[in-house]
């Protein structure tokens, strides 16, 4: 099946610093990219949809200048946490979409990044 | 109220038992409905997708779809310890929004 890594697998950080997060689909390409975030014990919560070459689409609530996703290439997404603080510390993953138009079940999942910020 | 309950357990059952997961949503509009097995610290992984109502089986592992009733279910047979994870619904509408709605999971642990 269709593969989507993610860098780094866990990352600690400063409180004030910035950590950048990637997302490849390493065997196919991806018009879209799903960034979700999952605290402990709970459910995956969609942050944002990421469409190569425009402006990502952000969920209600989801601060747009804090967390910046680029998705510059059909292969690579990229989520910024901007001025990280304790509560930013979750466990971030994303999903490729295999084909857009296609069914649901071509949608990937990497194995997600987990951030601590101190 | 949440758009999905998901019941989150834990659920702790023998080895070799049947397991029944289930998921109750209150949005007509989702039409596809998916499992993921997500074992942890890792990405939740595709088991299951079905879209109508009715069973669909692969395996040891059945889905069942009553949209009437807006309740999904995973059925697992013969469960291994292997199974032990925490497994998550997710649903989709039919409007080009590609991105899943998912439930709380639930954990589920097959003693050997």
């Known amino acids: 099946g269709a593969v989507v890594s993610q860098h780094p697998s866990w990352v600690i950080c400063k409180s004030g610093t910035s950590v950048k997060i990637e997302c490849r689909s390493l065997?196919?390409?991806?018009?879209?990219m799903f960034w979700y975030r999952q605290f402990p014990k709970q459910s995956l919560m969609l942050m944002a949809t990421?469409?190569?070459?425009?402006?990502?689409?952000?969920e209600q609530g989801v601060e747009k200048d804090k967390f910046l996703i680029n998705h510059a290439s059909l292969t690579l997404s990229t989520l910024t946490v901007t001025s990280a603080h304790p509560e930013d510390s979750s466990f971030y993953i994303c999903s490729a979409d295999l084909l857009a138009g296609a069914r649901t079940d071509t949608q990937y999942f990497g194995p997600g990044t987990r951030l601590t910020v101190l | 109220q949440k758009e999905v309950e998901q019941d989150p357990g834990p659920l702790s059952v023998p080895e070799g038992a049947i397991v029944s997961l289930n998921c109750t949503y209150s949005?007509?509009?989702?039409?596809?409905f998916m499992w993921y097995r997500q074992y942890s610290r890792k990405g939740p992984e595709l088991l299951m997708y079905?879209?109508?109502?009715g069973n669909k089986e692969d395996g040891r592992f059945t889905a069942q779809v009553d949209k009437s009733s807006k309740y999904i279910s995973l059925f697992i047979r013969d469960s291994q310890p292997s199974d032990s994870a925490t497994y998550l619904c997710a649903m989709n509408m039919d409007t080009g929004r590609r991105a899943l709605t998912f439930g709380s999971g639930t954990r589920l642990q097959v003693q050997p």
């Open positions: 949005n007509s509009a989702f039409q596809y």
């Open positions: 990421s469409n190569e070459g425009s402006k990502a689409t952000y």
């Open positions: 079905t879209y109508s109502s």
């Open positions: 065997d196919f390409q991806a018009t879209t």
